[in-house]
């Protein structure tokens, strides 16, 4: 089925693209560099503007993709992007990302952590789940250690 003028074949393309660029680029560069950090959003929102696009039949086919938590994740990032965490990011990069890629290709595998992208869900584990603070403009939780200096900048 046709959405948005282009096929499905089409948008999973984009979206394996997509985690192709940052699995390359993530060998490459140091991960503190703003270039990285922006060049990386850029393809997640890319990630989510696919899947949104998606047709029905083939988002149901896979259910094991949390279609809404990806497109979340692209509303966030284009609509409130001054409250996006780089912890939440780098744990989509080490959890999610080659997940998501073997799913489309169709292993068929469950993506568990995935789900922690939806607005206001449980707070990811590790050691970058230390502040909690609720930030509602973002509609999700803070997840950057308690000392950090943007304080939970969605007050």
């Known amino acids: 089925m046709r959405r948005h003028g282009r096929r499905d074949a089409e948008r999973t393309a984009d979206i394996l693209e997509a985690i192709a660029k940052v699995e390359r680029w ?8 703003d270039m990285f ?12 503007e ?12 896979r259910p094991e993709i949390p279609w809404r938590s990806i497109v979340d994740l692209r509303n966030v990032l284009t609509h409130h992007y001054w409250d996006t ?11 999610d990302l080659g997940q998501l890629r073997r799913s489309i290709v169709g292993s068929g595998e469950p ?12 707070l990811p584990s ?16 803070c997840v950057l250690p308690a000392d950090h200096a943007g304080a939970c900048r969605s007050k």
Request: net charge negative; with cysteine; proline share 4%.
């Open 111 to 122: 993506m568990s952590s995935m789900p922690l992208l939806e607005f206001g869900t449980a």
């Open 126 to 141: 590790g050691p970058s789940a230390t502040c909690g603070r609720w930030m509602p403009r973002a509609r999700m939780h």
């Open 26 to 33: 993530r060998a490459l560069r140091d991960r503190d560099d």
């Open 37 to 48: 950090r922006s060049a990386v959003m850029r393809e997640l929102g890319v990630i989510g």
């Open 85 to 95: 965490a780089w912890a939440l990011i780098e744990q989509i990069l080490d959890d």
């Open 50 to 61: 696919a899947a949104k696009a998606l047709s029905d039949e083939f988002k149901i086919d």
